[in-house]
């Protein structure tokens, strides 16, 4: 074992309550304190835990191999730290705060021991730093793979919502689409409505785009491709909602919207669908009973 | 050998394609069917694969062919029961079935050409 580090072992190891009180102190009196998203007593817990957990790693692991077996307990506290930091608000500098506060104390400590030996306080430093710069490190990129997965959780979540297919009637379908479409999303809304259209047996489908911001070339050829496998499925496709912006698009793009029935407004489609089913309304229903 | 049956209801032809269809098949369909057309003076031919899973560019050129040359023969073509599986693959591979008739089910498919009829009749 190099003779590096073994002072900053020893500081942790014996004077950790020492160190833990003057680390507290200075992330209290720091800036990126937020007592607004987390109890004092937590940050005192999670200081304490990670002092413990350092202390058994720096006794037996080596410094400057922190993916090393012997800082397996540290890396998943300081995930789980990270992981329920992005959770609570916090940003990633101030989560990486946590760890690298810990360097002033720690300094503090090793100028103490080491005030006669100008070169092997300089190398302690060095090693302190390297360190708590790799957990620090560690510590944002747990917070961004937390965050990540956040985003994708989130976008799973709204490309279930964002794709419904209601029946209006007895025979029509409604699509209302709300967002960007992508070639992804154009997947799951073409299979989502070529299984309601089996499960009910609609034979008209009104796709309404009000909602959809931009219509582009492409976007245009994943709803003509929606309405030609819902064709083959047996059932007409109308597209309303078309806002005068898209119109004139869809026109200068020279997008071939002929063959497909559209209309400016859902009600249009829905009356025009009442028409094309024969649909019978509550009033003479009412009527013939 | 293998054979896709066809049967005459009035003056309809009815398809119903039970087996997974390979190219011999298709070609087998394409040459009893025009033959049936022709003999059975058909007026609509209505072929059903819902029971198809699975299809390649093959098949669906072969369901447009067999289409067109009924169209040749007078007779209207109504294909039914796509699956909404198959109906993506077609479009992906960009097989529209333009001016092939197409219905959920044999009941609409034969409402369809049912309509036809009685429009021409009058």
């Known amino acids: 074992m190099p003779a590096t580090g073994q002072t900053l072992r020893k500081i942790i190891a014996q004077s950790q309550k020492e160190l833990l009180a003057e680390w507290l102190q200075a992330q209290l009196g720091a800036a990126t304190l937020r007592t607004d998203l987390m109890k004092e007593g937590e940050l005192r817990e999670q200081s304490r835990e990670l002092l413990a957990l350092l202390q058994a790693a720096t006794a037996s692991g080596d410094l400057a191999q922190i993916e090393g077996s012997d800082w397996n307990s540290v890396r998943d506290f300081l995930a789980k730290v990270s992981r329920s930091r992005a959770q609570q608000g916090f940003s990633p500098s101030e989560t990486a705060t946590f760890v690298l506060s810990l360097k002033q104390p720690l300094f503090v400590r090793l100028r103490g021991e080491l005030s006669k030996d100008a070169q092997a306080l300089a190398e302690e430093i060095w090693a302190t730093t390297d360190l708590l710069d790799k957990l620090g490190l560690f510590t944002v990129e747990a917070y961004v793979k937390s965050r990540e997965e956040l985003i994708q959780r989130q976008q799973r979540e709204m490309m279930e919502l964002s794709t419904p297919v209601v029946q209006l009637w007895e025979n029509i379908l409604a699509l209302p689409l709300i967002g960007t479409l992508d070639s992804e999303r154009t997947q799951v809304v073409m299979e989502s409505l070529l299984q309601k259209i089996v499960e009910t047996g609609a034979s008209i489908a009104i796709i309404d785009i009000t909602g959809v911001p931009t219509v582009d070339t492409l976007v245009a050829q994943h709803l003509l491709k929606t309405v030609a496998a819902a064709r083959l499925m047996g059932a007409d496709c109308i597209i309303s909602g078309i806002r005068p912006q898209i119109a004139q698009t869809i026109v200068h793009l020279g997008v071939n919207l002929s063959d497909v029935t559209t209309k400016a407004s859902l009600a249009d489609a829905f009356s025009i669908a009442l028409k094309r089913t024969h649909a019978r309304l509550p009033q003479q229903l009412g009527a013939t009973t | ?122």
Do not use: C
């Open chain 2, 1 to 122: 050998m293998e054979k896709i049956p066809i049967l005459k209801m009035g003056r309809f032809l009815l398809v119903t394609v039970q087996v997974d269809m390979h190219d011999q098949l298709a070609m087998q369909l394409q040459e009893d069917l025009t033959e049936r057309i022709v003999a059975a003076r058909a007026r609509g031919v209505l072929i059903d694969i819902s029971s198809l899973e699975v299809v390649d560019s093959f098949i669906g050129r072969m369901i447009s062919n067999i289409a067109a040359m009924a169209r040749v023969l007078d007779a209207e073509t109504v294909v039914v029961g796509i699956q909404p599986a198959v109906a993506i693959t077609l479009v992906e591979l960009g097989l529209s079935l333009e001016g092939v008739r197409t219905a959920l089910n044999v009941d609409r498919g034969m409402a369809l050409l049912q309509e036809r009829l009685a429009d021409e009749q009058r």
